[in-house]
């Protein structure tokens, strides 16, 4: 029974180091989107400051320049997040504006790579 095993023993071994270990090489970063913020007549500035200090973490200088970028052009990126936490962003923003009584817009939109 001995000389069984031992005649076994280097017949596995040499079938387990035939294996190779197979690499992941598909991996990348997620898909980035971006938060862009709309101007309209009923939303005050002051409002759109206080959405992007608490919304998404401005310091008060930076949300004072987002906002009369906004005011001037329309429309300003206000934020690039993954997929997930630029819509939890625009969805907390959208419920703070309408419970305000504002019609506050913001979208998401992929990232141009």
């Not at 939303?43 to 001037?72: N, R």
């Amino acid at each position: 029974m001995c000389l069984f095993f031992y005649t076994f023993v280097p017949i596995m071994e040499q079938q387990q180091s035939s294996f190779k270990e197979k690499e992941r090489t598909g991996l990348r970063e997620p898909r980035r989107f971006k938060v862009i913020i709309y101007n309209d007549d009923f939303t005050t500035m002051e409002f759109v400051v206080k959405i992007l200090t608490t919304v998404f973490y401005k310091s008060p200088a930076e949300a004072e320049a987002l906002m009369m970028q906004v005011h001037k052009s329309q429309s300003a990126v206000v934020g690039i997040y993954t997929y997930d936490i630029a819509q939890s962003k625009v969805q907390k923003a959208t419920r703070m504006a309408r419970s305000e009584g504002f019609p506050l817009r913001l979208t998401v939109a992929p990232e141009e790579e």
